[in-house]
Each structure stands twice: as structure tokens, then as C-alpha cells.
């Protein structure tokens, strides 16, 4: 599951594509970077997990990355906090349906330096 870099405006600057099993799931699994990326006042990092982009509504249409991006786009002015918070919509999307997987939200917004 891939996860995104956004700049300070909401716009998909990188994908950042997985390249390892899950985290966590197996013992001393080894990650290897595939390119580096300098973080920049104002840009937001999100993993996605695929619990959350697979949501499905009643009627089969997915949440997916892309519902995803356009939540974080339009609120990217928020607090990660609430930005976190608000991806867990993809709950309200699938009309609280049993949930077959973990939904899981990590947002990081890069502040001024220091």
C-alpha cells in the first residue's frame, strides 16, 4: 500500500511506494530505502494501510487512495490530529459495514525548524 507526501497546499508531491512486507508482521524484517526525500516545512507524510483504502460501501465502491488523498487535500490546513481522526470517515463511507481489516491513520506534518 503505497503512502503519499503532500505539500503544504494538499498536492501529492511523492509516492512513496512499499517496498517491504507489513510493519510488523514478521520478526527483524529489513526495509531498505529507496530514495530519500528532505522534508519541507509544511508538507504532510501519510502511510496508508489497506484496511482503510479498502472500505467498501454498501453498494461495492471503494474508499480507496484517492478517497483518502481528496479528505487529506481538503483539510490539510488541520491539525494531523484531526487529520488522522478524519481518514477513520472511511467507516462512515462504508456505512459502519463489519469491518474486515484494521483501519489504521498515521499523519506527520512537518513544522518549521527549530
Known sequence: MPGFVLNSSGVVEHV???NGPPLGLIVDSRFSCQKEILL????????LTDGLTESVAHGGD???????????AAHHNEPARQIADGLHLA???????PQND????VVLKVGPPP
Open 40 to 47: 519541507e516545512p509544511g508538507q504532510i507524510v501519510v502511510p
Open 62 to 72: 471503494g474508499f480507496g487512495a484517492q478517497g483518502a488523498l481528496e479528505y487529506i
Open 91 to 97: 467507516r462512515r463511507f462504508a456505512a459502519y459495514e
Open 16 to 18: 512513496l511506494e512499499s
Open 102 to 105: 484494521d483501519i489504521t491513520s
